[in-house]
């Protein structure tokens, strides 16, 4: 290519990221494109479920992440209808391995479930806004799917305070966004929610009322999740600051600090809401939901680095995890999670959730 074209084309590009008015108008439009978008994949699976079941809403959504893969084997689940992910109009494919390629229909105890056999996640995009939109848009499908309550499960490595063990479950109760970017970047779409969200009830406190009895007490933890910044890499030495939380762990020592690659970005979109809602589809509704970690690999105190340990080849490996074990952490995570969400269910169908008051 001669210099003087590849000039031209520079200078193009250049003027056209630097016109104030044109970038507005492509951030406007790319909203709008959004929300059709979203119509046009709830359309989509709300015919597939009347199909199958002559309904046209479901009752909750399960998003089945590293310790959660094989709750669609649950002999405790009625598979009404699986949707390969690429049937489904504007749906972001998983790509980290453990995770599906399918919508689930389901029964479970009188609820009738969406479960998303897999989740795409951060390391899967561009880092954009826009693709962050696209990876997190299948909460607010299911919220426009008429939903009335969302779990959300994870795998994560978490900090050894001495109680938590591989295997066991942690509600996620707060998270720390350490990617300095998220999907309500952008214009605001009101259709969607306010502005400016809060981080109230992370965890909703009637859904963990009845998770509570479901799990042994000294196998169930709260905690705070951190996405990573580093994210596909494993959490090392310098993302895992021991006493990063001092304050709060201080006052309870059993808070448990984990650090995963998913869960936030969710989380905002969750809180992302109006009270009372706006959107002739639904999808600005605030609806009860969980997020719950599989404790896959547990990160042993962290020990400061030296000359003579590195002169000597003696630094340890900070945290010496890999695929393989966090796929058997998730394993054993599921011997709690498969019958507690089961049992979830079945509390739902027993006795509904109270409704969210409208403010």
């Known amino acids: 290519m001669a210099l003087p074209e590849l000039e031209v084309r520079a200078f193009s590009i250049a003027e056209q990221n630097m016109d104030v008015a044109l970038q507005m108008k492509v951030a406007i439009f790319e909203r709008d494109i959004y929300y ?40 405790d689940i009625s ?17 980290a391995p453990g995770h599906g390629k399918e919508v689930i229909i389901a029964d479970i105890s009188g609820q009738l479930v969406g479960i998303a056999t897999g989740r795409a996640h951060i390391y899967d ?8 939109r696209m990876i997190t848009a ?12 969302l779990i959300t499960t994870n795998a994560a490595g978490v900090l050894d305070n001495g109680k938590v063990e591989v295997g066991d479950v942690v509600v996620d109760i707060d998270y720390v966004n350490q990617q300095g970017i998220n999907p309500l970047i952008g214009p605001n779409d009101e259709r969607l929610g306010q502005r400016f969200p809060g981080k109230a009830d992370v965890a909703d406190p009637f859904i963990f009322q009845r998770l509570d009895p479901f799990i042994p007490p000294d196998r169930l933890h709260l905690g705070i999740y951190t996405l990573a910044s580093n994210t596909p890499f494993y959490e090392g030495r310098g993302d895992i600051v021991n006493g990063m939380y001092t304050a709060l762990t ?18 905002m979109v969750m809180q992302h809401f109006n009270n009372p809602p706006i ?12 997020g719950l970690t599989a404790a896959t690999n547990v990160v042993p105190g962290v020990t400061a680095p030296t000359k003579e340990g590195l002169r000597n080849a003696a630094i340890d490996n900070p945290n010496p995890t890999n695929e393989e074990d966090v796929f058997e952490g998730g394993a054993k995570a599921e011997e709690l999670l498969i019958p507690a969400v089961n049992n979830l269910c079945s509390s739902f169908t027993e006795k509904p959730l109270p409704p969210i008051k409208q403010k």
Not at 138 to 149: D, E
Request: glycine share 8%.
């Open 125 to 132: 995009t561009d880092n954009s806004p826009e693709q962050l």
């Open 79 to 95: 598979i009404l209808d699986r949707i390969s992910v690429e049937e489904i109009p504007h749906w972001f494919s998983p790509q």
């Open 36 to 75: 059709n978008h979203l119509v046009e994949t709830r359309d989509f699976l709300r015919k597939r479920i009347k199909e199958k079941t002559g309904r046209q809403t479901l009752d909750g959504w399960i998003v089945c992440g590293s310790g959660l893969a094989s709750f669609p084997d649950s002999k």
């Open 250 to 267: 201080s006052q309870n020592p059993d808070l448990v600090e984990a650090f995963g690659m998913s869960f936030a970005m969710e989380a």
């Open 138 to 149: 299948p909460l607010i499908v299911a919220k426009g799917l008429g939903i009335n309550w």
């Open 279 to 290: 959107d002739d589809n639904g999808f600005d509704r605030p609806v009860r939901w969980i």
